[in-house]
Each structure stands twice: as C-alpha cells, then as structure tokens.
C-alpha cells in the first residue's frame, strides 16, 4: 500500500523551521511534496517573471491535486499558503489541515485548524489510515 501523499503548505520565510515539520510528517507515514524543492521554485528565485511564475503555478497546483491532503503550517498571513488552502478545499476538495494561531476569521472558520502540529498529524493519520 502506497503512503497518502500530502501537500506541504508554508510560508516562504519559513522553509528553515518547516523543514522540521516535513521531517515530522514524514515520520509519520506521508510522502510529503513540499513546494519550495524543485526546479520550478528554483527558477522562480533565479528569474521572477511570468513565465516562472506560470511554472510554480502549475506545479504547485498539481501537486495539490495529486495530494491526499493538504498539510497548511500558517505562522504568519501569506498570500500563497491562502492560495494553496482554497485550492486545497474548494478547488479540489481535498482533506484539509491548518497550523495557525487563528488569526483570520477565514482560518477559524475553516474548523480544520489545530493548535499544534502533533494533533494535526495525528487526526491527519486516522482520516487517511496511516498505521505505524
């Protein structure tokens, strides 16, 4: 049996720190796709314009549709980690987790927000059958 493949939202800013998260997901039992690795970001940071820009689009976008899940760590507002949850859960209706202090309405609203990442990663694993 294939490991549920989840979609790693987070703020540029933050890869550093959300490298430990990935880690943790992974640990877990997930193959993680995290946006911020590959070819299309990198172009992105060598040459920002709307052909790169298209690139990590289409990239980003079909790796959520390809997800299981959508994994959303918002320490602080970014506009792409809100691009990538609306995607996430009306777009292509995906199972959605958010990290967040419940800074937005929006993010509250959403009743798929946890305090921490250890409870999101657990309720994640029951939702999509993960037994280590």
Same mark, same amino acid.
């Given at each position: 049996m294939r490991k549920p493949r989840v979609y790693f939202a987070h703020p540029e800013l933050f890869k550093i720190p959300g490298r430990e998260i990935e880690t943790q997901l992974k640990g877990a039992?997930? *193959? /993680?796709?995290?946006?911020f690795d590959g070819p299309a970001q990198w172009a992105w940071n060598n040459n920002p314009c !709307? #052909? &790169? @820009? $298209?690139? /990590?689009?289409? /990239?980003?976008?079909? @790796?959520? !549709?390809d997800s299981d899940a959508l994994f959303a760590w918002v320490p602080e507002p970014s506009t792409g980690v809100a691009m990538e949850i609306y995607a996430g859960l009306f777009l292509y209706k995906k199972r959605l987790y958010i990290v967040a202090n419940g800074y937005h309405p929006f993010i509250v @609203?959403? *009743?798929? &927000?946890?305090?921490?990442?250890? *409870? #999101?990663? *657990?309720?994640? $694993?029951?939702? !999509?059958g993960v037994v280590k």
């Open positions: 039992g997930f *193959e /993680v796709f995290n946006p !709307l #052909a &790169t @820009a $298209k690139r /990590v689009w289409h /990239v980003d976008f079909g @790796a959520i !549709l @609203a959403s *009743e798929r &927000t946890f305090p921490d990442t250890d *409870e #999101a990663i *657990e309720q994640m $694993k029951r939702d !999509l």
